[in-house]
């Protein structure tokens, strides 16, 4: 990607440069020439091209902000709780369901 960039900004520098060296030509003309046609498209193609990579850093952003969330809502641990430790509890034998 960013090798078409470079190549776009030497294209336009060059259509700037015989501008400005053209007899009829002037800097003015030369600066509008690098503006309008290099470096405008190429900010906004290069902004275009980079949303998905924002949108993911967005969301990643987003994703570590809700766990920090999580953990901090999370009780302290004090040792008795088994998905802490994620084995099964003490107890291995349910208790027997009793019928009304």
Do not use: C, K
């Not at 002037?26 to 503006?35: I, N, S």
């Not at 994703?63 to 802490?84: C, L, W």
């Amino acid at each position: 990607m960013f090798l078409v960039a470079i190549a776009w900004l030497y294209v336009a520098l060059m259509m700037a440069a015989a501008e400005a060296a053209s007899p009829g030509g002037t800097l003015l003309g030369a600066f509008f020439t690098l503006l309008l046609y290099g470096l405008l498209p190429l900010a906004i193609a290069l902004y275009l091209l980079n949303t998905p990579a924002r949108r993911a850093r967005r969301r990643a952003r987003e994703a570590a902000a809700r766990a920090t969330v999580a953990r901090e809502a999370r009780p302290a641990s004090s040792g008795q709780d088994p998905g802490e430790r994620r084995h099964a509890t003490g107890d291995p034998v349910p208790t027997e369901r009793e019928e009304p």
